[in-house]
């Protein structure tokens, strides 16, 4: 691979990890901080889990937005760990998407009331989940 070849991969694999995912995971948590409803979370996994742990759900909500910001800003703050916080992110994504989609769900609540289907939303996260594997931005 040329060295020009490389660079634009790097480019590419650093706006992707620092730009493009960050701005992704911040967009569903202003959703869900703008809703303010946890009833809209993903209902067969994240909210049975706040359920099953006996949690206020409200609390929980907020703590699940307090935890994106916290991986929005990782990604953006610290170029060491843009990548792994993206990639843990749009796993995290993934599996509960395929969760909910294996329960049936319509809706995950991932970007409020109004979210796509769950298979949607999985189309979009794996595909930036295998783009961030695929382009490294190097170091």
Same mark, same amino acid.
């Given at each position: 691979m040329?060295?020009?070849?490389?660079?634009?991969?790097?480019?590419? $694999?650093?706006i992707?990890?620092? *730009?493009?995912v960050?701005l992704?995971?911040?967009?569903?948590?202003?959703?869900?901080?703008?809703?303010a409803?946890?009833?809209?979370?993903p209902?067969?996994?994240?909210?049975?889990?706040?359920?099953?742990? $006996?949690?206020?759900?409200?609390?929980?909500?907020?703590?699940?937005?307090?935890?994106?910001?916290?991986?929005?800003?990782?990604?953006?703050?610290?170029?060491?760990?843009?990548?792994?916080? @993206?990639?843990?992110?749009? @796993?995290?994504?993934?599996?509960?998407?395929? *969760?909910?989609?294996?329960?049936?769900?319509?809706?995950?609540?991932?970007?409020? @009331?109004?979210?796509?289907?769950? *298979?949607?939303?999985?189309l979009?996260?794996?595909?930036?989940?295998? @783009?961030?594997?695929?382009?490294?931005?190097?170091?």
């Open positions: 040329t060295d020009q070849k490389r660079s634009a991969r790097q480019v590419a $694999g650093l992707l990890c620092r *730009g493009v960050p992704w995971v911040l967009i569903g948590a202003v959703f869900k901080l703008a809703e409803n946890p009833a809209l979370l209902k067969n996994t994240v909210l049975s889990l706040g359920h099953s742990l $006996g949690l206020n759900l409200d609390i929980w909500l907020a703590s699940l937005i307090g935890l994106e910001l916290l991986a929005v800003s990782v990604m953006v703050l610290v170029a060491r760990f843009a990548r792994p916080m @993206a990639i843990f992110m749009l @796993a995290s994504f993934c599996l509960i998407l395929i *969760g909910e989609m294996i329960q049936g769900a319509s809706s995950c609540g991932c970007l409020g @009331a109004n979210s796509p289907s769950p *298979g949607t939303m999985l979009i996260d794996a595909t930036l989940l295998v @783009a961030v594997v695929v382009l490294s931005p190097g170091r």
